[in-house]
């Protein structure tokens, strides 16, 4: 009994106290529209886990996965990580499964409030930032239990910090991101870095920042846990660290060549991003499930409303070189790898919500960019 109630107070203290006093000390959005985006972002996960009651988020919850805290230091790692996390929701704190979606469901939501926020720091208008939101996919593949909301949040607060010049405050939510998903946070890291680099004036300066640089990658990639991710490989050609990287991504690629989850095959790459930003060509009209293909179409007209008004956008903004280098070199990387190796649609539909946010930030600024070389 103490717990059912002690849980329903939690509720409402989320409901009625921390929501609203964040909004009001961090975010500014007026209380009409906060209300509405977060009961939006509410009802889209109880459609998510009444529509796929079983799944990886189902999975984690489950009482038998995790009894104690495990402190290794691979239980901070990737799916152990969230392991780790729910345990200490339900055996420090005894939050039930209720309040677990609900803490996770809150971790996308606040993430994709600083990802609008992210796009008026950059100059959109607030009124077209906020139609971002009603963008279905960025909610339904992020909303419940698992590593795609945190990584979300994770990614937005890094983005956030590294526009206010932030630096070493951004890095540290990459660090963090790397934990999750390590390839992921290499990328992110080293178009930071390389950034950084391109930057930076004086030969002594840009000298420390390799240096630096390497010093970092080194101790990161040879972390045990790290390492296991990137070199743990079955078929070690040779000594030669970028070989066994490949490999470790062939790897990747044949596990999921198995898996049940409407496997796509490879096409060329172009065709690859296509499919993993926006939707596999090979599924519309023929997979047998309704529900996609209606979710599909209304993600396209959804996109294509707003990006309508995206590209009319005629605020004047200062366009920041560093920003449009970062988000080119970052998005540039992430699609020319990633898209190449995932072909299932299921963690395609997820994980593009990790690149997509840059996408749109990369879109905005070039779209002004032409504007702005006119008037120079």
Known sequence: MFEIIYNYIFVFFVMFFLTKKLNTKFFGISKNIYTLFFLLHLLITFVYIIVFPIGDWETYLMPENRTILDY??????????IFNIITFLKKILFFNNANIILVFSLISFFGII???????????KK?????????????FCTCVPGKDSLILFLLSC????????????????LITLT???????????????LTEFIFI?????????????????????????????????QNLLSDNPLIHILNQFHAIIM?????GSFYMTSSNMFENIFNYIIFPLDLIFKNNSILINIAIFVEILTIIFITNLFLQNHKKIILDKKLIIF???????????????????????????MIIPFVIYLIFLLRNLPARINKI
């Not at 290794?72 to 990580?81: G, K, M, N, P």
């Not at 890094?158 to 939510?173: A, C, E, G, N, T």
């Not at 988000?327 to 919500?353: A, C, D, E, T």
């Open 72 to 81: 290794r230091i691979a239980s901070f790692f990737s799916s152990h990580l």
């Open 114 to 124: 600083i990802f609008v926020k992210n796009l008026i720091k950059l100059g959109i």
């Open 127 to 139: 009124k077209v930032a906020y139609m971002f939101f009603f963008i279905p996919g960025i909610h």
């Open 158 to 173: 890094f983005f956030s910090f590294y526009i206010d010049r932030k630096i070493l405050i951004s890095v540290i939510f």
């Open 179 to 193: 934990l999750l998903r390590p390839h992921i946070g290499a990328i992110f890291l080293f178009s930071l870095f």
């Open 201 to 233: 004036k004086g030969i002594k300066n840009k000298f420390l920042c390799i240096i630096t640089s390497l010093i970092f990658f080194g101790v990161l990639f040879n972390l045990p846990i790290i390492k296991s991710y990137f070199f743990n490989t």
């Open 255 to 259: 596990k999921y060549q198995f898996t």
């Open 327 to 353: 988000l080119s070199v970052s998005v540039s990387i992430y699609l020319l790898i990633i898209p190449q190796s995932l072909f299932n649609f299921g963690l395609n539909m997820r994980q593009k919500w």
